[in-house]
């Protein structure tokens, strides 16, 4: 992620007080291939879930 200049502190809520249970955005985590035959540039990728944790990705 240091290659497009981000790190894991990049993702802010924020309105911490606010009431997610009605919220009509989605949060998904990202996760970054490096160069390879299929993406020479790299590529983003999304992945859809119906939740997670971000300590799942520390």
Do not use: Q
């Amino acid at each position: 992620m240091e290659k497009y200049g981000l790190t894991s502190a990049d993702i802010t809520l924020a309105d911490s007080l606010a009431d997610t249970s009605i919220a009509d955005y989605v949060w998904l985590p990202l996760r970054f291939a490096e160069p390879c035959a299929d993406y020479p540039d790299g590529m983003v990728l999304i992945d859809w879930m119906d939740e997670w944790r971000i300590e799942d990705y520390d």
